[in-house]
């Protein structure tokens, strides 16, 4: 029985990491059919129901749910601490640290010190989740990653997390467009143009738009919310309309000439890259590995 309930909250305990009873069936190579009775398992066994049944809601825990992925954690951490220490020769298993970033910051920020590191540790398994802003900090706050990466303005701090970076913002258009022959000018002088933004209801959206605010460029005329950022380098490349984004996002565009970097007068917009680190993450090794790798990387650029 004891064997049965541990298995059981091992699986609990992923579907909870995971988001997801199919994430939690791919990474024990079982079917969700599988998961759903181990879960119910459980429930029977304690008493109370674990999740909340809302089709569309995806994985919501209940007020019990939440008790039992605490105490769950911190059983499956003491049982790691046990077996590092029955057996203190297995550090040549391979290691596993998991990544968490919102999906540009991935491109732009992390894929060169990700590079470098799997070079330098082959040893340590890594696992990169994007998502947006609210994804981000959910996987940490319920311990589904070991590190997250999210950019926020100036005015919105983000508490625990450590700057590790900025991301630079310009303004881009088409080779060719008429705002180019004028050289440098005032952000706010951009807003004749249309202008590529994302989607109007997502954190990054706002921030950008706050940020053209402060720099005088408080009113545009969205031409189109488009939530891919690949696609909005490529119909700005293609159109009349301008757009703002990481420069970093569209170096390729620029590179083959298709985008050009409208010059300003105002110093480029720049926001902060916040580090966190998931209070529940039994990586520490693996993070510092990691944090110094890329530290190294920008130190190199």
Same mark, same amino acid.
């Given at each position: 029985?004891?064997?049965?309930?541990?298995?059981?909250?091992?699986?609990?305990?992923?579907?909870?990491?995971?988001?997801?009873?199919?994430?939690?069936?791919?990474?024990?190579?079982?079917?969700?059919?599988?998961?759903?009775?181990?879960?119910?398992?459980?429930?029977?066994?304690?008493?109370?129901?674990?999740?909340?049944?809302?089709?569309?809601?995806?994985?919501?825990?209940?007020?019990?749910?939440?008790?039992?992925?605490?105490?769950?954690?911190?059983?499956?951490?003491?049982?790691?601490?046990?077996?590092?220490?029955?057996?203190?020769?297995?550090?040549?298993?391979?290691?596993?640290?998991?990544?968490?970033?919102?999906?540009?910051? $991935?491109?732009?920020?992390?894929?060169?010190?990700? !590079?470098?590191?799997?070079?330098?540790? #082959?040893? /340590? =398994?890594?696992? *990169?989740?994007?998502?947006?802003?609210?994804?981000?900090?959910?996987?940490?706050?319920?311990?589904?990653?070991?590190?997250?990466?999210?950019?926020?303005?100036?005015?919105?701090?983000?508490?625990?997390?450590?700057?590790?970076?900025?991301?630079?913002?310009?303004?881009?258009?088409?080779?060719?467009?008429?705002?180019?022959?004028?050289?440098?000018?005032?952000?706010?002088?951009?807003?004749?143009?249309?202008?590529?933004?994302?989607?109007?209801?997502?954190?990054?959206?706002?921030?950008?738009?706050?940020?053209?605010?402060?720099?005088?460029?408080?009113?545009?005329?969205?031409?189109?919310?488009?939530?891919?950022?690949?696609?909005?380098?490529?119909?700005?490349?293609?159109?009349?309309?301008?757009?703002?984004?990481? $420069?970093?996002?569209?170096?390729?565009?620029?590179? !083959?000439?298709?985008?050009?970097?409208? #010059?300003? /007068? =105002?110093?480029? *917009?720049?926001?902060?890259?916040?580090?966190?680190?998931?209070?529940?993450?039994?990586?520490?090794?693996?993070?510092?590995?990691?944090?110094?790798?890329?530290?190294?990387?920008?130190?190199?650029?």
């Amino acid at each position: 029985m004891l064997q049965s309930t541990f298995r059981q909250i091992e699986v609990f305990l992923e579907v909870v990491r995971t988001g997801s009873f199919a994430g939690a069936a791919d990474s024990f190579s079982i079917s969700s059919a599988s998961v759903s009775n181990h879960i119910k398992a459980l429930e029977t066994r304690i008493g109370v129901p674990l999740f909340v049944r809302d089709r569309g809601r995806g994985v919501t825990l209940t007020e019990a749910g939440h008790r039992v992925h605490l105490r769950g954690s911190e059983l499956m951490k003491q049982v790691a601490l046990l077996a590092d220490e029955l057996q203190p020769n297995r550090d040549n298993r391979r290691r596993r640290l998991t990544l968490t970033s919102q999906r540009f910051l $991935a491109r732009t920020f992390l894929a060169g010190a990700v !590079a470098r590191f799997t070079g330098l540790h #082959p040893a /340590i =398994e890594l696992v *990169i989740e994007t998502g947006n802003f609210e994804d981000v900090l959910d996987a940490v706050a319920n311990d589904r990653t070991d590190l997250g990466y999210v950019i926020s303005s100036e005015g919105a701090p983000i508490p625990d997390s450590t700057i590790v970076g900025h991301e630079r913002l310009g303004f881009f258009c088409a080779a060719g467009h008429p705002a180019l022959k004028r050289g440098p000018q005032p952000i706010a002088a951009l807003a004749e143009w249309p202008f590529l933004v994302t989607r109007k209801d997502e954190r990054f959206a706002h921030m950008v738009a706050v940020s053209m605010a402060e720099k005088g460029l408080d009113t545009v005329r969205v031409a189109a919310q488009i939530q891919d950022g690949t696609m909005i380098g490529e119909v700005a490349a293609r159109s009349d309309c301008l757009m703002c984004g990481p $420069a970093l996002y569209v170096h390729d565009l620029v590179r !083959a000439g298709r985008l050009v970097e409208l #010059p300003t /007068i =105002e110093p480029p *917009i720049s926001l902060p890259i916040h580090q966190i680190v998931a209070p529940g993450s039994r990586a520490a090794r693996e993070i510092a590995a990691f944090v110094e790798v890329l530290q190294s990387t920008f130190q190199d650029a």
